[in-house]
């Protein structure tokens, strides 16, 4: 399924995309003016998505995460499925796991910022939900505009790139929202019936950080 012309975003905007670079240059050398720059454009672009699904049921969901999620010597090949992360909780993706066998959501794992971006044009889905870095998630989005992407930064890293962490509350709200669980008899049948909050908690958390 091609991504749905009808979602819109100031992020297929060229001229968007040049002011969001301006604004990031500039903000650089003011301790965590950045990122907070950026955490309020995610907020902003995490209500646009939940607002252009609200009453289209997303029938494709792709979960992407970042490598640095996976614990540092783990061999599993996270990067085809979590299959083997289900009898493993070392790192966040036994957890990514289980909810995703329970929302019937595809889970897969990036190795780099190029693949993440093929796995969406490959895929095709209604909807992404991904956690990055911040840099990462503007260049998702700038990448991507056409996809519709529910976005969080990590939680912290050990080191640069190495066992990052999630915020799974976040991220099981996410999969609530767009995928319930198909045995909870009482789940609403489109996702306009469960609403999230009207701020993104980890990016609030961030701000104040």
Known sequence: ????????????????????AFARAVLSGLPGR????????????????RDFLAGRPARKVLLIMPRCVKMT???????????????CRRCPLGDVAHLCRDHGVKALVAFRSHIAFEMARTEQPDVIIASACRDRMIKALRSTPDHPALLAPLTGMRKMCLDAGLDMVWLKQQLEFVAPPAEAPDAPATPAARELPADDAPLRAAQGS
Do not use: Y
Not at 2 to 14: H, K, T, V
Not at 74 to 84: D, I, K, M, Y
């Open 1 to 20: 399924m091609a991504p749905d012309p009808r979602f819109r975003s100031p992020w297929q905007s060229p001229l968007f995309v040049r002011w969001v």
């Open 34 to 49: 950045e990122d907070r720059f950026i955490d309020r454009l995610v907020t902003d672009q995490n209500a646009r998505v």
């Open 73 to 87: 010597g783990c061999r599993a090949a996270v990067q085809e499925s979590l299959e083997e992360c289900l009898a």
